[in-house]
């Protein structure tokens, strides 16, 4: 199950004249140097500066989820309002709701705003809660906190946002870290919106970075190419060794609880 | 489901103001808004209205630069009968739905029906099953595929030391789609976790029961499990149905984002991405990403149809 990122490890490690000729998985010795190759990066921008970017990206998407799918997720949660049905209902459906039939005129939007090619379309969406995905999940851990709780509150004479600020969310944690882990991973991995845009190498990701030094070389350079895989995947692994245990439970109760 | 809950919380809320009084609850009404109002112009600017954009872009052609030119159902008309393309992409997608998700879906079962009755080590196996669902959406791994299933990679030399000489899966026809679907069975550990935690639900008694009746493990799986498990089943089919139709980063890393070889693996997003923004066809493009929610949503709308056949639900009778 394990064994092709066990592959992905072991040919970064190997020897050009090896890399595809042999089926041992492990190399002869070590080439330390492919890790140096990969670290110089593409089109003169070194591999430090597009980690940068890529966790610049993941970050404020983690930012702009957690704030604004807490806040709807709130008001979907415990808040009345006029609506609340037929918008609830609207929201589960863009969780169906193919990425594709948004994009083109998303782009255009961008483009006019004169923000293709920096960070904001990858960054903006996530403060607009545009992943309904995450609101229903800390809406329905929201449903599962006791009543009293604000009721209490009110009486002690907090209004809305104190209890929600002071009350709610930091009983939320759980399903808040989910939400942050999820985005994360997600957003670091993500290939299709990055590639559409982005296309200055400075303002190149990670993922982007693999992708262009794939175009760029040969099969001679396959040893340089996963090292660099491996230095791209190294945070996901990093963050599931980490937070798996939040990573499951989120996916078993997200799925479940309907 | 949560919407049912819905009605009931209105009425609670219209009875509980006191007579006469209405200002608190307009103001927590107001204060729901101010939650909301992230969400409320992503909603509008974001989603509603590039889907109606997009809807009315898909009957002109736009290219970006110029003005967009109304040219009625032309880019559909051309999609559907002057383009061969679009069709091999048509079949390049559902191709690898059909083999993808089914085949997914039992090994995620197989597995959390194994892992369920583990005593010792359940942890452990259900985060490294877990693993490869986060990591295999990455480039990095679908990368390593194309190496593994290449000319000369670990696939094609261990079928050759046993006979059979493909010639490396991702340059042959067929078997570059398959490469490509067994990516996606990798990644059967989302669904798998999803399972696990509905067989918990199931409640012990029942395979008591069962077994007290001198029910086979076999009948016990198809008696008991099964209908127990019908909803998470259908949760998983629809989630799973609905992600295959879209997926697009394998397909790139594999071709080389062309499609090849003979648009085997020129899925619906990836020939859509390259009509729009490669050859800046947007208006064509806008017809392709409408046409694809038109059919995910039938697609949807079949499979909640037939659910009513086969999905259990363990509380419909006390309604």
Not at chain 1, 14 to 23: F, G, H, T, Y
Not at chain 1, 40 to 68: E, F, H, Q, T, W
Not at chain 2, 294 to 319: H, K, M, N, Q
Request: charge should be positive; hydrophobic fraction near 55%.
């Amino acid at each position: 199950m394990l064994y092709p990122l066990a592959w992905l490890l072991a040919t970064s490690l190997k020897p050009a004249d090896e890399v595809i000729a042999s089926l041992r998985l492990l190399p002869s010795r070590l080439e330390w140097s492919n890790y140096t190759t990969a670290l110089d990066g593409v089109s003169d921008v070194p591999v430090s500066r597009m980690l940068a970017n890529s966790l610049l990206i993941a970050g404020g998407a983690v930012l702009g989820n957690v704030l604004s799918c807490s806040l709807a997720a709130y008001a979907f949660a415990r808040l009345r309002f006029r609506l609340r049905g037929p918008l609830f209902a609207f929201m589960i459906a863009t969780i169906m709701l193919p990425h594709h039939a948004v994009l083109i005129p998303q782009y255009i939007i961008f483009n006019q705003l004169g923000m293709v090619n920096t960070y904001w379309p990858l960054i903006l969406p996530k403060f607009l809660a545009t992943e309904a995905f995450f609101v229903f999940l800390i809406v329905q851990f929201m449903r599962g906190l006791p009543r009293e709780l604000e009721e209490a509150a009110r009486i002690d004479g907090c209004g809305p946002f104190r209890s929600f600020l002071q009350v709610i969310l930091p009983l939320t944690r759980p399903a808040l870290i989910t939400t942050a882990i999820f985005t994360f991973i997600w957003t670091w991995n993500d290939f299709f919106t990055q590639l559409i845009y982005l296309f200055s190498p400075e303002k190149f990701t990670l993922t982007l970075a693999l992708r262009s030094f794939v175009d760029a070389s040969s099969q001679s350079a396959y040893g340089p190419m996963f090292a660099m895989s491996v230095i791209a995947l190294l945070p996901i692994v990093l963050f599931f060794l980490a937070f798996q245990r939040f990573l499951v439970e989120g996916m078993a109760s997200s799925g479940i609880k309907g | 489901m949560t919407t049912t809950d819905i009605p009931a919380a209105g009425v609670r809320a219209a009875r509980r103001p006191a007579p006469g009084d209405k200002r608190p609850r307009r103001r927590r009404e107001g204060a729901a808004w101010v939650f909301l109002s992230p969400w409320v112009l992503g909603a509008a600017v974001l989603t509603l209205l590039p889907m109606a954009v997009s809807l009315y872009l898909s009957f002109t052609d736009y290219d970006m630069f110029n003005p967009p030119h109304w040219v009625g159902l032309r880019n559909y008309v051309q999609m559907f009968t002057e383009d061969p393309r679009y069709w091999r992409s048509v079949g390049a997608t559902l191709g690898y739905v059909v083999i993808a998700v089914p085949l997914q879906l039992a090994l995620a079962l197989l597995i959390a029906l194994a892992l369920k009755s583990m005593k010792r080590g359940k942890a452990f196996y259900r985060s490294a099953f877990y693993a490869p669902s986060l990591l295999g959406a990455s480039m990095s791994v679908a990368l390593v595929w194309r190496a593994v299933f290449n000319d000369g990679g670990t696939v094609d030399n261990l079928l050759s030391a046993v006979g059979i000489h493909t010639g490396g899966w991702v340059n042959r026809p067929g078997w570059a789609l398959l490469a490509v679907a067994l990516l996606t069975v990798w990644q059967f550990g989302a669904p798998m976790v999803i399972f696990l935690a509905g067989l918990q639900q199931i409640p012990a008694e029942l395979y008591e029961a069962a077994a007290v009746d001198g029910a086979s493990r076999w009948r016990q799986f198809v008696s008991v499990t099964l209908p127990m498990l019908s909803p998470v089943l259908f949760f998983n089919l629809v989630l799973q149905t609905i992600q295959a139709f879209q997926v697009f980063t394998p397909a790139f890393a594999v071709s080389a984002g062309k499609g090849g070889p003979a648009d085997s693996t020129l899925f619906y997003t990836l020939y859509l991405y390259d009509r729009g923004f490669v050859a800046s066809h947007m208006g064509y493009a806008s017809a392709m990403a409408w046409t694809l929610l038109l059919v995910i949503g039938a697609v949807t709308a079949v499979l909640f149809r037939t659910s009513r056949t086969w999905v259990f639900y363990a509380d419909e009778g006390d309604r």
